[in-house]
């Protein structure tokens, strides 16, 4: 009987690492999907970022001096414009 029992085991392992053999498999390919899709986003980033302010805009925001508020919100938004848009999103 503890050779039956000895193969009942040896066939569950056996079972067992094929099991995870294949979602080992699934999840390399999940993987590798994922990096695809992230490599076409971050070719994206590019074109989907805000353009730099011309000097004409530069110009019209400068001819408003009887404005309420200080500029500063307008220097964040240049600011933000100069740092990568990962760190715009992340905060740091």
Do not use: K
Not at 71 to 83: F, I, K, M, V
Request: charged content about 30%; hydrophobic content about 40%.
């Amino acid at each position: 009987m503890a050779g039956a029992a000895s193969r009942d085991e040896s066939n569950d392992e056996s079972q067992l690492v094929a099991v995870l053999r294949e979602q080992l498999a699934a999840e390399r390919q999940a993987h590798a999907e994922a990096r695809r899709i992230i490599a076409g986003l971050v070719e994206r980033i590019p074109a989907i970022e805000a353009p730099q302010e011309t000097s004409e805009a530069a110009e019209t925001a400068g001819e408003a001096p009887d404005r309420a508020e200080p500029h500063s919100g307008a220097a964040r938004a240049q600011e933000g414009a100069r740092r990568p848009w990962w760190r715009r999103i992340v905060g740091r």
